[in-house]
């Protein structure tokens, strides 16, 4: 018994429309899986420019030094809602833009949540009491929404990841916080030592060259 009946079969001519059919069939599904694996590596490439990009701004000098003075101030005693309302606002905004960015598509929430998930967790339960007492004195419960939502979604992932969770206990957030300190320090101080310029005397740059060489 056959199968396939290749007897009448033709490649060329009348009769070949079958083949030409699925030829082109063919092309288009190789053409499509290009297509497909050359748009993954675009957002993979992206998403690493992306958290990169992420990376530089949490870690830059200027936030590190908002980050420093809302932990003298905690450690100090200060009520969180009355920490320096100016490095709130300043790390509030960071994470808020980063939450707009994630709620529009533009970051994934899962790949954000595997490098950033407990930090974003830990801010918020840090200057939640500063974002309430601006809500309520400027009569805008939005502000800072979108941060508000990201940390929400973090501690939804920490949670399922069996990850340290922040949302419940504000106090750990603050301790953990104030003993951050040396290392925000310590952050400073080479971020301080890149920008010292020495300058040395002539004597001292000049290098001595083999006899021959002279």
């Known amino acids: 018994m056959k199968l396939i009946n290749t007897e009448e ?36 490439q992206s998403a ?14 200027r936030l590190i030094r908002h980050k420093l003075a809302c932990a003298y101030a905690i450690r100090d005693g200060v009520d969180p809602a009355h920490i320096p309302e100016g490095s709130a606002d300043e790390i509030s905004g ?16 899962a790949t954000l949540h595997n490098t950033y998930g407990a930090s974003c967790e830990f801010w918020w339960a840090n200057l939640a009491p500063i974002v309430a007492r601006e809500r309520a004195e400027g009569d805008d419960p939005g502000y800072y929404e979108a941060f508000e939502w990201l940390a929400g979604r973090m501690d939804t992932l920490n949670q399922a990841a069996g990850k340290r969770r922040f949302a419940e206990r504000p106090d750990t957030a603050a301790s953990v916080l104030v003993r951050n300190i040396p290392i925000y320090e310590e952050v400073l101080r080479v971020e301080e030592a890149l920008r010292t310029v020495i300058v040395a005397s002539p004597e001292a740059t000049t290098i001595r060259q083999p006899e021959q060489f002279r």
Request: charged share 20%; aromatic share 12%; net charge neutral.
């Open 9 to 44: 079969m033709a490649l060329i001519g009348p009769g070949s429309e079958w083949f030409w059919t699925a030829l082109s069939g063919i092309v288009l599904a190789v053409t499509f899986l290009a297509i497909y694996r050359q748009l993954r590596m675009q957002r993979s």
């Open 48 to 61: 690493r420019e992306q958290l990169a990009a992420i990376r530089r701004e949490y870690g830059s000098e």
């Open 94 to 109: 960071f994470w808020d833009g980063i939450a707009e960015l994630a709620r529009a598509g533009h970051i994934d929430t």
